[in-house]
């Protein structure tokens, strides 16, 4: 019973992380259009601010100025290197194109800084660990659920309730009929960009703390596992997201968990397993969870 509620709890503590992530490919793809491949670049960016700036500004300070920055830099990517081509369909697949070019330069620049060093972010949980009854949680994971359920409740508040959040939406429906009714769609997708960026920087924390060693050049990658989050949910979806996240983190935390009795499918199954769970939906939801009715397919 203990190992279940472990696997529970480091299933939720991932999925809410991934979440945060893959709130941001959805914002992404619904504001513009495209699939951001440079996501991972910038979530590396971000945990490279707080590690490299913690010491001087306190953890505190490091995260509040990274996720700004990170944010700063995907809005002025979008700006300067991907708003320059036709805003269409043809045009969102360019800059999908685009954005693969971006993240090779990012992370090319990043993984020369990093090299081959482990850089702790100076995260005040440690390995510190709390007893909930018979399970015993690391800090940081416990720290990952509230922080990210904070930050995911404040997105889903600025889709719903501000003026920018129903411009989103009226775009995502029909860009042409909300630039006819005086919606600035390059200002809509820039604040998404924005949006993104600080998410992707704020997931860095709690994707290298305890128990991970701590940020590495190849950390970025791990943006990757949420992809299959929002292709399952539907990439217009923000609920989809947060559904497909979490069943994203609970199949990983499981499959690890159980590991020595699913030993026939391989030592390295559970890296595997979000792609699977992708794989295994998409066949009889091929575009998504929640996607609207008309979607095309993922």
């Known amino acids: 019973m203990s190992d279940l509620l472990d696997n529970l709890l480091n299933g939720l503590a991932l999925g809410s992380v991934y979440a945060l992530i893959a709130l941001g490919f959805v914002t992404i793809f619904k504001a513009s259009g495209v699939l951001n491949f440079a996501h991972g670049s910038l979530l590396l960016l971000g945990g490279y601010l707080v590690a490299v700036l913690h010491d001087d500004l306190g953890f505190a300070g490091a995260l509040a100025l990274a996720v700004v920055a990170t944010a700063a830099v995907a809005g002025a990517l979008d700006r300067l290197l991907l708003q320059r081509g036709e805003q269409d369909a043809h045009g969102a697949h360019v800059q999908t ?71 989103l939406r009226a775009a995502a429906e029909d860009a042409e009929a909300a630039a006819l009714m005086g919606v600035r769609l390059t200002r809509i997708r820039t604040v998404a960009w924005c949006l993104a960026g600080g998410l992707a920087a704020l997931a860095a924390v709690f994707l290298v703390a305890f128990p991970a060693p701590g940020l590495e050049r190849t950390t970025g990658q791990i943006a990757l596992k949420a992809f299959p989050a929002a292709i399952l949910g539907g990439m217009a979806s923000p609920v989809g997201a947060l559904v497909g996240s979490m069943l994203i983190g609970l199949t990983e935390a499981f499959v690890a968990g159980y590991q020595s009795d699913l030993h026939v499918l391989g030592e390295g199954f559970g890296d595997v397993a979000p792609y699977a769970v992708m794989v295994l939906v998409l066949l009889i939801r091929p575009t998504g969870l929640f996607a609207a009715k008309g979607a095309a397919r993922v």
């Open 97 to 167: 194109i685009v954005t693969i070019g971006i993240d090779i330069v990012l992370v090319t620049d990043l993984a020369r800084r990093i090299g081959g060093d482990l850089l702790p972010l100076g995260d005040p949980w440690g390995d510190a660990v709390t007893d909930l009854g018979p399970v015993t949680v690391a800090d940081s994971r416990v720290a990952a659920i509230l922080v990210s359920a904070v930050a995911i409740g404040g997105a889903f508040a600025l889709f719903r309730f501000t003026p920018w959040g129903l411009s």
